[in-house]
């Protein structure tokens, strides 16, 4: 048995194990606000030219952030879908002659610009800890999804950049449930440390969230959130490295079946 299969089969053991053990539940997150592209370098193509958010504008206005979570618990495994899609749209006149990949934009061209970096992310948590104090640690797999493009403004030329791929990393939570108030720090991150060859990259995904629940079900709540990180990649003539701000209001809504009051748990 190879030892992607192993595994796989030792996962989902474990996971039914917990099941047959715990009450599983679901809990379903939504959370939507303002972000602020503080950063994004990007050069493309073997000739292409470096160029910075400013220079499209992408930092003269704030962007819509959101994010949606499904998250799976059993005993004290969790189980993590995240949808989190960004987009951002500007357009701009080139201050100085532009190279992307096999396309040239001369100085004084408006170009419209699109930013697209999809995030699709699968993760597992093993908590520590209790109801009031909990620690969380495990791993995330992420789908990139990007879509970065240059296209004048009278549609004569256009460059298009497009990539998928997979990125690993690391996941810790901490949260504190003192009572209806609750706080999480949460942190994905992950880095080649200069181990794959001539190419470097980084993910991190970090969040301060502090919530209430107005019903034991049901909470409001807000984060902070920073994300970023990027690649270059000598092979494929890429080099992006980008970090979003973003500040959200969220809701937090868990499903299970019918429990005594005193059984229920919101962790």
Same mark, same amino acid.
């Given at each position: 048995?190879?030892?992607?299969a192993?595994?796989v089969?030792?996962?989902?053991?474990?996971?039914?194990a917990?099941?047959?053990?715990?009450?599983?539940?679901?809990?379903?997150?939504?959370?939507?606000?303002?972000? =602020?592209i503080?950063?994004n370098?990007?050069?493309y193509g073997a000739?292409?030219?470096?160029?910075?958010?400013?220079?499209?504008?992408? %930092?003269?206005?704030?962007?819509?952030?959101?994010?949606?979570?499904?998250?799976?618990v059993?005993?004290?495994h969790?189980?993590v879908?995240?949808?989190?899609?960004?987009?951002?749209?500007?357009?701009?006149?080139?201050?100085a002659?532009? %190279?992307?990949?096999?396309?040239?934009?001369?100085a004084?061209?408006?170009?419209?610009h699109?930013?697209?970096?999809?995030?699709?992310?699968?993760?597992?948590?093993? %908590?520590?800890?209790?109801?009031?104090?909990?620690?969380?640690?495990?791993g995330?797999?992420q789908?990139?999804?990007?879509?970065?493009a240059?296209?004048?403004?009278?549609g004569? *030329? *256009?460059?298009?950049?497009?990539?998928?791929?997979?990125?690993?990393?690391?996941?810790?939570?901490?949260s504190?449930?003192?009572?209806?108030?609750w706080?999480?720090?949460?942190?994905?991150?992950?880095?080649?440390f200069?181990?794959v060859?001539?190419?470097?990259?980084?993910? =991190?995904?970090?969040a301060?969230?502090?919530?209430?629940?107005?019903?034991?079900?049901?909470?409001?709540?807000?984060?902070?959130?920073l994300?970023?990180?990027?690649?270059?990649?000598?092979? %494929?003539?890429?080099?992006?490295?980008a970090n979003?701000?973003?500040?959200?209001?969220?809701?937090?809504?868990?499903?299970?079946?019918a429990?005594?009051?005193?059984?229920?748990?919101?962790?």
């Open positions: 048995m190879s030892a992607t192993t595994t089969v030792t996962l989902t053991v474990v996971l039914a917990a099941a047959a053990a715990a009450e599983p539940r679901a809990v379903l997150t939504y959370e939507t606000g303002p972000a =602020y503080v950063q370098d990007g050069r000739a292409g030219t470096p160029y910075q958010a400013g220079d499209v504008g992408q %930092q003269d206005t704030l962007i819509r952030a959101e994010r949606a979570t499904v998250e799976l059993l005993g004290r969790r189980v879908a995240l949808y989190a899609p960004f987009l951002v749209d500007t357009r701009a006149t080139l201050a002659d532009l %190279q992307f990949r096999d396309t040239r934009f001369t004084g061209t408006v170009v419209d699109r930013y697209r970096f999809d995030g699709y992310r699968a993760s597992y948590l093993y %908590q520590l800890g209790g109801d009031r104090l909990a620690l969380g640690l495990g995330s797999l789908i990139r999804s990007a879509d970065v240059f296209t004048s403004a009278d004569a *030329r *256009r460059g298009v950049q497009s990539d998928i791929g997979l990125v690993p990393a690391l996941k810790a939570r901490l504190y449930v003192p009572g209806r108030a706080a999480t720090l949460e942190v994905d991150g992950s880095s080649t200069g181990l060859g001539d190419t470097s990259g980084a993910l =991190y995904d970090v301060v969230i502090g919530g209430y629940a107005f019903h034991p079900d049901v909470s409001l709540y807000g984060s902070l959130r994300v970023g990180g990027g690649a270059e990649v000598p092979a %494929q003539e890429i080099d992006n490295w979003f701000v973003s500040a959200s209001l969220g809701v937090r809504v868990e499903l299970e079946r429990a005594p009051p005193r059984s229920r748990r919101r962790w």
